[in-house]
């Protein structure tokens, strides 16, 4: 099988994961007690009016056959009207994904760039003190939930020391036309490094707030990985052969280490997307968690469905990213695809 | 200290520090390997022969706990008066090793021709991976492997044991060793395959004039291979001798021991030995074969 097969192969069995997952929220969202119809319009509204829009939303409808109108809809992209803003869901989106996106991207790169790195030098000088600070500010790190980091964060960095911004994406005084969403991408594609600067400058509390718990998961991950490589013989060897302690650690030991490691940090992505929803309510970050919880509470059945969907899918592929790393990481898996 | 010989050790004493005292393992070795000699360390599990091949590594010196006294000389220079860093400078250039299980001492994410690169880049740092790759072949041709080629692109779990092992010998004398150790070679193969290494290897370092240090707790296993022999028991020595004598004429209690511990197509099954016998401890028997 050709890598492109078991790449196909992988879409589609996304693709069923997803309809799982659609027919799952769609159901749940309608289980949730509470009329939509009644949140949207207000207390005062009239019984008739009420009525009405029960009828345009279809709610009347048995439930199977709701499902099937959304899928129709569904299938030419259309994910219906949010009652929360009043616009096509889809155009919410494709709003406030970028901005969530951004910061998990940026969060996930930071818990490969330091915890990886943290985890390597913590196994190289295992039992002596850099290990054993290493090790206790991970487990700090992996013990309090990213909100709190983000608290302490804001109030040493932004509150105390103003080193950083508290709230928003980019500098108000700067407008940065709208093209991916993406304001790193966005700053670039306009010719505005200062707006470049001022982005990555919003980015950083939040993101290391997020990340802080992921980077201390994957340095821990890594260290322990990484003993149990310098167990094996082929450690043993590269001594013998005089190798130096860092190239060991750099190159022999690092490697099949970061096999294990690397398929966790793939599920911690995961986790990142929901942790993200307090770390955007306290740094006031325009992204889709805090959108995706304002309209569960306004029982915002097609926002929500929509919301949960591309959640599920941005998980998804994720996580088939991190297959294919581990698999180019792994002869043993490489070559077994080569051959059946 | 004799400068002459590769190997010269005088007295090797090894101890392990815990909180609850020192432990002693080796009790004074006196062990020595001529250029191009092959000389057999046999014992069984736990008597010390893989720590004495360590200190001549030179890594047992680096573990924290451990305390080694004595002298280890190599060609004329005492290990102990050499910092870590000169250790290491020897290891995959003056000295080099085998180890027991070849499949799992080659690295499994590289390939048999980078881990031939980086093996070869110890004596020349700045060798390119194409000549690499040329003396890779050729080395490996030496322990008859035909298609080099395919063997450098493959890694290690694509290849028989019997394969992995002459990689192993190719790889520890490429970089023309002066001082082979070969700790239990081939233990972890069936006894064919381990039987046709060995004489691969043999032929080798009889071709490059390698001295080796052989460590097996199978008399069997050295008999074809070795020059000379020295039995060690406890972190002792109990008896040394060219390998005929020590075959011929054993005179220590633990070396008959061990020499009818061999199963023989003409005995009568398991053979019935003590574990332990006072008799073991016995003074050292020499064959009168100091050189």
Known sequence: MSILNRFLGR??????????????????????????????????????????????LNLNEPIIVQYGLFMRDLARGDLGISLYSNRPVITDLAEYLPATLELVLFA???????????????????????????????????????????????????????????TGRISDAMTIPHVTGFL?????????????????????????????????????????????????????????????????????????????????????????????????????WPGLSRYGVGVILQKDLNAIVGTVLIISATFLIANIIVDFLVSILNPRIRLSENRS | MRPDLTLDIK??????????????????????????????????????????????????????????????????????????????????REISMIFQDPSSALNPVFRIGDLFHEVLKRRHP???????????????????????ERVLSSYSFQLSGGMNQRVMIAMALINEPRLLLADEPGTALD????????????????????SVLFISHNLGVVREFADRIYVIYRGNIVEHGPTAAI?????????????????????????????????FNDPMISHGTDI
Do not use: C
């Open chain 2, 11 to 92: 007295n090797l004493r090894l101890s392990f520090r815990s909180w609850s005292g020192s432990t002693e393992v080796l009790h004074g070795i006196d062990l020595s390997v001529a250029p191009g000699e092959r000389v057999a360390l046999v014992g069984e599990s736990g008597s010390g022969k893989s720590v004495t091949s360590r200190i001549v590594l030179g890594t047992m010196q680096d573990v924290r706990h451990a305390r080694v006294s004595g002298q280890v000389t190599f060609e004329g220079t005492d290990l102990a008066k050499l910092a870590s860093v000169e250790r290491r400078a020897l290891r995959g």
């Open chain 1, 11 to 56: 879409l589609l069995s996304s693709m069923i994961v997803l309809i799982g997952v659609s027919m799952l929220i769609f159901f749940i969202a309608r289980i949730i007690p509470g009329d939509p119809a009644r949140i949207a319009l207000g207390p005062r509204a009239t019984e008739e009016q009420v009525t009405q829009m029960r009828e345009t």
């Open chain 2, 191 to 210: 006894v064919t395959v381990q039987a046709q290494t060995l004489s691969l290897m043999r032929d080798l370092v009889e071709q490059k004039r390698t």
């Open chain 1, 108 to 166: 996930g790169v930071m818990m490969v760039a330091f915890g990886l790195p943290l985890g390597a030098l913590s196994a190289r000088y295992r039992g002596q003190w850099p290990d054993s600070l290493i090790r206790v500010i991970t487990l700090l790190t992996v013990s309090a939930p990213a909100f709190v980091w983000a608290v302490g964060l804001v109030l040493v960095f932004a509150y105390f020391t103003p080193l950083f911004p508290i």
């Open chain 2, 247 to 279: 075959f011929d004429a054993p005179q220590h209690p633990y070396t008959q021991a061990l020499l009818s511990a061999i199963p023989r197509l003409t005995g009568g099954g398991v053979p019935d030995i003590e574990e332990r016998s006072l008799s």
């Open chain 2, 126 to 148: 700045k060798i390119s991976k194409g000549e690499a790759r040329q003396r890779a072949a050729a080395i490996l041709q030496d322990v008859s492997i035909a298609d080099a």
């Open chain 1, 184 to 284: 790193l991408i966005d700053t670039l594609a306009a010719g505005r490094f200062d707006g470049f600067l001022s982005a990555i400058h919003h980015l950083i509390l939040p993101a290391f707030a997020l990340s802080l718990s992921g980077i201390g998961q994957a340095a821990r991950l890594t260290r322990a990985n990484m003993i149990t490589t310098y167990e094996q013989p082929a450690i043993e060897m590269a001594q013998a052969y005089g190798f130096s302690e860092a190239r060991i650690a750099n190159r022999f030991a690092f490697k099949p280490s970061l096999i294990p490691s690397l398929t966790i940090i793939g599920l911690d992505f995961a986790a990142l997307l929901g942790n993200a929803f307090l770390v955007e309510v306290i740094f006031a």
